[in-house]
């Protein structure tokens, strides 16, 4: 019977199965979990694959898994009801103020004018309340500084600290995106349900707390990570000092964004996260000292044991390393014992007890991917290697590159589910790097820090050697993350799909193992019976012949991978529907948009405004929100978005093209339309010489131009009138009115995108389209229409309205914009135009799907 031999891991199948379908589907996904578990646990029990106690198990394990994260799920929700319904009515952006007493609970992370940490808070005072209430509820805590003193204030707050916060309690956001990061579930699978604003240090009264407790004990443990944090900055430069953090110890808060996402590019962030292979070489460098020492066996294993929980604590306590500290721990225990099985044992024992300790673990990315990888390496590398060639000399690298290989594939279905990219150099780049960085670099780095603590002289020499090292892989990082062409872009996939795709890659490696040991058994048997025929004719001799049943299943299995990946890469192959997204980038405009044959356009692309003025340079974080690399950008690269054929510019103004940058630095982008002018301003001038340095067509686009870009998409320039006097291009300081004004026609619906124009340019829009007309009271249909300067109320008139007669129309506005948009009188002009409205800060984004008979959705 298969599944006898393997009981623990059935088990763990079973657990997962169960709490994922609870987390995923509720309780009627449980009921179903349950029914199918039994179903299945029957038909192995009939089909003799399981005995009738282990298929018991099973089903009792998938039910306890549900009924498991049920019970988190009804528990994790907020004990201040009746505020979170106020906080419902009043809107996401509500705030009320407060004052709460509470414990820190985690270490301070300051960055600029802010500092934040959590607090698990057993008393809070929301004003108009007559009295304090007391409740257990975690929130985090914002505490904007408002001078640089107030940087080393926040920096001495220990987690363990006793502290009294006043400020403002306010909802998380969710995602207002579809398919867009939600803040707000994010931080609810870590139990907490509000934020709690500050203003200065002066609000937040911090004392002791007991010494004891477990928050003061990891306190300390903060405490030292700081110190050697502190260590690394000494040893290091500073262009190296928050990559060998992050290396070594786990703290990435100090990595370079800009080298982080190179390093992302080409899939080697798991460097920078403290997992398996850090943890095996700690436990290997730690035994051999043992060893040279002469310990005994016993001993050895012991201190190893009791060491493993100290380095998972001093690099971050991540689920990836909680993973394998888990599975060292277990495996040091099992060899004690001399009950050491096989690796799936072990990672079936660690995932079990980490999602009994916590279920929400199970949402987690890097819990997700440490897993999948592991056991891709556990039953993938032997079979891959044993098709590789037997090269004794190359046998190393040809170990290496079978781990190589099999990560890649094993990783690469959640990869492009989450991130949307993958590398073709990406094997190369781990390949090269990961054993040059994890057995050079990082025991370098570790072996500097310890010396540099007793002899600070020491430790500094011992760096100096891996500063080279630093800049030979930067450099190598760099050059290989240029290869742009060789980059991938991969809509996110169903989950069905990312299912599938690891269970027949199961599948594969299982088979590959039966096919290739079937072939080692039938060589070796072929090499017996032929030897004593050494001298024989070669006609003699017997030619071994695989299993065929086996060969059709892997090669099914290959054809089934490989059909996934063709729908992965191309899922809209045969989509014909238009899509119109007006998303939420706060107080700017982006607009992306599909034709029905996979082509598109982008126009403008948000910004965020930000100012600093002299003196408070102290105040810019080291990886401040930028609404292109935090909003747009991902959202596009969940779509699919390979190519912008068209990015339309419709004017130079911060909050229109701030975020393009982060587009033009990821997307290829094929052309460029803008109003042909150039405005003194930092962003301006440098997202321009962007895209010249990409070589992107530029067109200054005029009114009466038009391109059609399919057969169902046609689009035509409104605004702004050609200068036939002056065809170059032009300094302008105010953009407003020179806006680039479109309709889109997808098939017979037509888009009206209006930039920032106000009502004196809608009134010269409107003649010159009479003009250009010949019969000036039938203009085209409008069916949607972007309200023009986010609501202002000096734009869209009456006569506007009038003219295009929209069906429905759009505003792109932020939520807390100081502006009044959209303004009150707009809003009075589009309800006597009957038109239906949308605005992203309540609605968030607003998509339309445009087919030959109309527009058939609205809204998000």
């Known amino acids: 019977m298969g599944m006898n031999r393997r009981p623990l891991i059935w088990f763990a199948i079973a657990w997962t199965f169960g709490s994922a379908a609870a987390a995923g589907l509720g309780s009627r996904g449980a009921l179903l979990a349950a029914g199918a578990a039994a179903l299945l646990a029957l038909a192995a029990v009939l089909c003799r694959q399981a005995t009738w106690q282990l298929a018991a198990v099973c089903t009792l ?466 090499s017996e019976e032929t030897a004593p025929l050494a001298a024989a004719p070669a006609y003699h001799l017997h030619i071994a012949r695989p299993n065929r049943g086996l060969s059709i299943r892997l090669y099914m299995s290959v054809f089934m991978l490989l059909a996934l990946l063709c729908y992965a890469y191309m899922p809209d192959l045969l989509d014909r529907k238009g899509a119109v997204s007006f998303i939420d980038v706060g107080q700017g405009d982006a607009v992306h948009i599909r034709t029905p044959t996979g082509k598109h356009i982008l126009i403008d692309g948000g910004g965020t405004l930000s100012f600093v003025k002299p003196g408070e340079e102290w105040k810019v974080r080291s990886s401040p929100f930028e609404v292109g690399q935090k909003v747009l950008v991902p959202l596009l690269l969940k779509r699919g978005v390979r190519a912008i054929d068209i990015l339309v510019i419709s004017h130079l103004d911060s909050d229109h093209i701030r975020g393009l940058k982060a587009v033009l630095e990821t997307i290829p982008v094929r052309s460029i339309w803008w109003n042909g002018t150039v405005k003194e301003a930092e962003d301006a001038e440098a997202l321009l010489k962007q895209a010249l340095r990409l070589n992107i067509p530029m067109y200054s686009v005029k009114a009466g131009m038009s391109q059609q870009l399919d057969h169902a998409t046609e689009v035509r320039v409104l605004w702004p009138l050609a200068d036939h006097e002056r065809d170059a291009v032009i300094m302008q300081k105010e953009q407003n009115e020179s806006s680039v004004v479109l309709s889109i026609e997808l098939y017979h619906s037509a888009f009206l995108f209006t930039g920032d124009i106000n009502a004196a340019t809608e009134r010269s829009i409107i003649r010159n389209e009479q003009r250009s007309t010949s019969d000036s009271s039938s203009p085209s249909d409008i069916t949607i229409m972007k309200i023009a300067h986010h609501g202002s109320r000096f734009s869209t008139s009456s006569e506007w309205l009038n003219y295009w007669k929209p069906i429905g129309t759009v505003a792109s506005v932020g939520a807390t914009n100081s502006y009044g948009h959209p303004h009150p009188d707009v809003l009075s002009r589009l309800e006597q135009a009957r038109a239906a409205f949308w605005r992203t800060d309540s609605d968030g984004e607003v998509r339309f799907t445009v087919t030959e008979k109309g527009v058939q959705t609205f809204g998000k």
């Open 61 to 526: 394990a998938v039910g306890l898994a549900a009924g498991e994260r049920m019970w988190a799920d009804a528990r994790n929700v907020t004990e201040l009801p009746e505020l979170l319904a106020a906080a419902e009515a009043d809107g996401p952006r509500a705030a009320y103020a407060a004052e709460a007493v509470g414990t820190i609970v985690s270490a301070t992370e300051v960055d600029g004018d802010r500092a934040m940490f959590r607090v698990a808070v057993h008393s809070v005072h929301v004003a108009g309340e007559t009295a304090a209430r007391e409740v257990r509820e975690r929130v985090l805590v914002h505490v904007r500084l408002a001078v640089q003193p107030e940087q080393a204030v926040a920096a001495a707050w220990q987690r363990g600290e006793q502290v009294r916060l006043t400020g403002e309690l306010t909802r998380p956001v969710g995602a207002s995106n579809s398919g867009g990061f939600d803040y707000r579930r994010y931080l609810s699978s870590q139990r907490i349900h509000w934020l709690l604003k500050v203003q200065g240090t002066g609000a937040v009264e911090a004392a002791p707390g007991p010494k004891w407790t477990a928050a003061a004990m990891l306190g300390r443990v903060d405490a030292a990570r700081a110190y050697l944090g502190a260590r690394m900055d000494v040893l290091y430069p500073a262009s190296q000092s928050g990559y060998m953090k992050g290396l070594v110890l786990g703290i990435r808060e100090d990595l370079d964004p800009e080298q982080f996402q190179q390093f992302s590019r080409l899939g080697l962030t798991h460097i920078l996260a403290i997992s398996g292979l850090h943890v095996a070489v700690f436990l290997y460098v730690l035994g051999v000292s043992l060893r040279l020492a002469r310990m005994s066996r016993e001993r050895i294993l012991l201190v190893l044991i009791l060491s493993v929980p100290l380095y998972v604590l001093l690099s971050g306590a991540s689920p990836s390393v909680v993973r394998a500290g888990l599975m060292s721990v277990l495996g040091l225990l099992a060899a004690r014992m001399g009950k050491l099985k096989d690796g799936l044992h072990l990672i079936a024992a660690a995932a079990v007890l980490m999602l009994i300790c916590d279920p929400f673990f199970l949402e987690n990315v890097s819990f997700q991917l440490s897993f999948i990888v592991t056991i891709g390496l556990i039953i993938g590398v032997q079979p891959v290697r044993r098709v590789m060639p037997k090269w004794k000399r190359g046998k190393p690298l040809l170990d290496l590159a079978a781990v190589t290989l099999v990560a890649q594939i094993v990783s690469f279905p959640v990869s492009i589910y989450y991130f949307n990219q993958f590398h073709i150099l990406s094997m190369v780049a781990n390949f090269v790097l990961v054993p040059f960085i994890s057995f050079v670099v990082m025991p370098l780095g570790a072996v500097s820090l310890l010396l540099a603590i007793p002899w600070e002289g020491g430790g500094k020499l011992l760096a100096f050697a891996s500063h080279y090292a630093n800049d030979w892989t930067f450099a190598i990082v760099d050059q290989l993350a240029q290869v742009d062409t060789l980059r991938t872009i991969w809509r996110s996939p169903p989950l069905w799909w990312v299912a599938i795709s690891l269970a027949l890659l199961g599948f594969f490696f299982r088979t590959l193992n039966k096919w290739t040991q079937g072939r080692a058994e039938e060589s070796a048997s072929e």
